[in-house]
């Protein structure tokens, strides 16, 4: 089943705004992890919220999560235009497998 | 700190021919992934390894095997490659198999098949 669906799938936003993409999965999680990933490069881990927290902060990022609803949020405050890039969140289960989700395309304007 | 090495990070083959990819985890990480990335696409899970075991298969055709070998190094091989198979091979790594392990992502292999 499909785990980690993004929406929006893309998001324009003028810099210094916050940008908030959401994340829904299906099943039972262990953790769900964000990654960022450039154009064709590779994925950075942003940041891990376990399945008993409920939010988490690191720098400009705010992670909520919901496992009543099988929802997270990324928060990316005071936007900038380095921020550009496809935001993934990926599902750990109780076997541990990392499910990636399609992915938000983010694009900061000037 | 050492991160995920993959190599090659490009690659080049004709429909047919047959490609391995290599995985180098951080030292003491002993589990490894596999993700295939096609244009516009977000990752998919092909396989996984725990101490050398296959811990889990995803999506991975027939033709693709895998394994990890004793100094925990993985490889993938890609046999009969079709031009389907072009795509971003990522490989990650995370210490030890168990809840809330954080997942290290390579740079990736660019397979391009023409």
């Known amino acids: 089943s499909q785990q980690g669906e993004e929406d929006p799938q893309a998001l324009s936003i003028q810099e210094g705004e916050n940008a908030t993409m959401n994340c829904s999965y299906k099943?039972?999680?262990?953790?769900l992890q964000w990654y960022r990933q450039n154009s064709g490069r590779g994925l950075v881990h942003l940041i891990l919220i376990r399945s008993n927290e409920r939010e988490k902060h690191s720098g400009r990022l705010r992670v909520t999560l919901d496992t009543s609803k099988k929802s997270s949020s990324l928060l990316i405050t005071a936007s900038r235009a380095a921020d550009t890039a496809s935001y993934f969140c990926a599902t750990a289960n109780r076997d541990d497998k990392i499910i990636f989700g399609k992915g938000t395309r983010l694009h900061i304007l000037p | 700190a050492a991160g995920v090495i993959q190599s090659p990070r490009h690659l080049i083959k004709e429909k047919r021919e047959t490609a391995t990819l290599k995985c180098y985890p951080i030292p003491r990480h002993d589990t490894v992934y596999w993700y295939q990335q096609g244009p516009g696409q977000d990752p998919q899970f092909l396989i996984s390894f725990y101490e050398k075991m296959q811990s889990d298969k995803g999506s991975i055709p027939d033709r693709f095997s895998a394994q990890q070998f004793s100094d925990y190094h993985s490889e993938l091989n890609m046999s009969s490659l079709e031009l389907g198979d072009s795509a971003l091979y990522f490989c990650?790594?995370?210490?030890?198999?168990?809840?809330?392990?954080?997942?290290?992502f390579g740079q990736g292999t660019r397979l391009t098949v023409v």
């Open positions: 099943t039972s999680i262990n953790n």
């Open positions: 990650a790594s995370s210490p030890g198999w168990g809840v809330n392990t954080e997942a290290f």
